[in-house]
Every structure is written in C-alpha cells, then in structure tokens.
C-alpha cells in the first residue's frame, strides 16, 4: 500500500505562486508515472498534469501550459507542482495520484493510490 501526502496549499493572490509537494511512502516510486489532479467545488475531478516514471514524459491540461510545471525527484519519493500566474479559477483542491502504470496518464481512473489533497484558494 502506498500512501501519498500532499502538502504546500495555502492562500494566494492572483498572479502569486505556489509550489505543491507530495511525498510517497514506499519503495516502489521511482517505477510508477505519478499525477496531479485538481477538484473545485461543485465540479468534478479534473487532470492537471503527469509525469513519467523517469521524468522523460511530462503532460498538462491546456489551462495550466506555461504555467504549471510538474517535477518529480525519485530519491525523495516526491513529486511537486510549481504554479505560477495563478488565477482565481485554479482555486481547487489538489491531489496527486500515483499511476498504474509507468507512463504518463491523463485519466484518473488510471490511477491507484491518491492522497488526501491540499487545498490552494486563489483570490482575486
């Protein structure tokens, strides 16, 4: 069983920065492709970006290009979101997931472990 803590949340305001961090229990990291997935109220659970399990493969959904970077670090069974240019719609709770798998994956169902989210409050 892996588990998975997120931590860097907090509040910002737009235009800010924060840098999300989430660490994983376990020696299997380093072979998984990992994720970030985001909730906002009332909607549903949406893909963010993945990374592969050698960081040789990375991907992100349109409304975070060139403003989100996803990173992983395999000796410190970390993965982290650097958010930049923040905008009061990324105003979400985000979690981060590792894959079933050890390429990138854009669908949550795809994914096996997921932590218990950190929330990130963008105001305007």
């Known amino acids: 069983q892996v588990q998975l803590a997120e931590s860097g949340g907090g509040l910002v305001q737009a235009g800010g920065s924060l840098r999300l961090s989430c660490a994983a229990s376990?020696?299997?990291?380093?072979?998984?492709?990992m994720g970030w997935f985001r909730q906002a109220p009332g909607k549903e659970r949406e893909f963010v970006a993945s990374?592969?399990?050698?960081?040789?493969?990375?991907s992100d959904v349109d409304s975070v290009k060139g403003r989100f970077t996803i990173s992983r670090d395999n000796a410190a069974n970390t993965v982290y979101l650097q958010m930049t240019s923040l905008k009061p719609e990324d105003t979400a709770n985000y979690y981060c997931?590792?894959?079933?798998?050890?390429?990138?994956?854009?669908?949550?169902?795809?994914?096996?472990?997921w932590g218990q989210g950190t929330q990130v409050i963008v105001s305007s």
């Open positions: 997931a590792q894959s079933k798998t050890s390429d990138i994956n854009v669908r949550a169902s795809g994914y096996a472990f």
């Open positions: 990374i592969s399990w050698s960081s040789y493969k990375t």
């Open positions: 376990g020696q299997t990291f380093g072979r998984y492709a």
